[in-house]
C-alpha cells in the first residue's frame, strides 16, 4: 500500500512539473519545457493543446492556435508556414494572411517564460490584426 502511494506521490509531482496544464490565477498555463530544448528557426506542434509553438531566429517564442481564422478549421505545417485544408488560406511562419479567404492572422496564447520554462496561458487565444515584433516572449 506504502508502495502505491509513493509511486502516486512521484506520478503527480512529475506530472505538476513538466508538461502539464497548471491552474493559477484562473489562468491554464502548459509547461512546454525548458527554452533550451527549442531550437531557433523551427515550429513546434501541440495540437491537443491547440497551438503551435514558433521558436524564431533571433529567439523568440510565439504561441500560434491551430484554428484557421476563416471558419476554424486545424491548419496544417507546410515549408512556408501553414496551410489550411478547407478552402486553402496560407500564413506564413507568423501566422499573417499569405492567400484568402482567411482575413485576419492567426490567434495567438500569450507566452511566459518563468525560470527558463515556457509557459502557454491556453486560457483563450486573442485577435490581432496583424504581426508585431512586440508579439515575440524571450527566455
Ligand atoms: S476554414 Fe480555413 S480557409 Fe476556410
Redesign the pocket.
Known amino acids: 500500500m506504502a508502495g502505491i502511494a509513493a509511486l502516486e506521490a512521484i506520478y503527480l509531482i512529475k506530472g505538476g512539473i513538466n508538461k502539464s496544464s497548471v491552474s493559477s490565477n484562473e489562468k491554464e498555463l502548459f509547461n512546454a519545457g525548458s527554452a533550451e530544448n527549442f531550437s531557433n528557426g523551427k515550429t513546434y506542434p501541440y495540437l491537443s493543446n491547440q497551438f503551435f509553438l514558433r521558436r524564431f531566429e533571433d529567439g523568440g517564442f510565439l504561441a500560434m492556435s491551430i484554428k ?1 481564422t ?4 486545424v ?1 496544417n505545417q507546410d515549408s512556408k508556414g501553414f496551410a ?1 485544408p ?4 496560407k500564413f506564413n511562419k507568423y501566422g499573417e494572411v499569405m492567400a484568402a ?2 482575413t485576419r492572422p492567426l490567434d495567438l496564447f500569450p507566452v511566459i517564460i518563468e525560470n527558463g520554462e515556457v509557459l502557454i496561458d491556453t486560457t483563450k487565444p486573442f485577435k490581432r490584426t496583424s504581426y508585431l515584433k512586440s508579439q515575440l516572449t524571450y527566455a
Open positions: 484557421c476563416h471558419l476554424g478549421c491548419v489550411c478547407c478552402h486553402a488560406s479567404p482567411a
